[in-house]
């Protein structure tokens, strides 16, 4: 694991002034696009997220854009469907939010790259939910330690990472 860490730290951490999702400003940032984008590193880092999917999941679901790709690998991986979930519905063609695999009256676990204060999980979860979704975990390649887990908690959801800010950082 330490080797996945310092072959993502090289190629993803950048230093500098960076606006998060969240509206935060931050003078680190882990460009997951880079790992994304490198077959073989997403599929080293989808072997080893596949072994923290909670027993219970019965879909993955991706969340655009970024959880996407990680998902899609995490299903090669384990066999359990995948979900694409939107930011907001699309307006045309089958104008949904979530496609892919059903989330009704499935145990879905919610898949992102980074996460930060969990903003987009917590208001993708409460999408899902009304489509009749169980959520009760995420799982994300980087918590950035920075509020996430405890904001998701507060909406009945588990953060599970691969990684923490703290496997980036000097020893």
């Known amino acids: 694991m330490q080797k996945l860490a310092a072959e993502i730290h090289a190629l993803c951490y950048l230093s500098g002034t960076f606006t998060l999702r969240s509206g935060r400003q931050a003078n680190t940032y882990f460009d997951k696009y880079r790992f994304e984008a490198r077959p073989e590193l997403l599929a080293e880092i989808a072997r080893e997220m596949v072994t923290l999917i909670p027993r219970q999941a019965e879909v993955l679901a991706g969340l655009e854009l970024g959880g996407i790709p990680i998902a899609t690998m995490l299903s090669h991986y ?14 045309y063609g089958t104008a949904r939010l979530c496609e892919g695999a059903a989330v009704s009256g499935k145990q879905v676990l919610l898949v992102e790259d980074v996460v930060t204060t969990g903003g987009q999980i917590g208001s993708s979860a409460a999408d899902l939910r009304k489509l009749g979704a169980a959520i009760s975990h995420a799982l994300c390649v980087i918590d950035r330690g920075e509020g996430g887990a405890e904001n998701l908690a507060g909406n009945g959801i588990v953060l599970i990472s691969l990684f923490d800010a703290g496997d980036f950082r000097p020893a």
């Open 78 to 91: 384990s066999g359990i469907p995948t979900a694409f979930v939107r930011k907001a519905a699309k307006q």
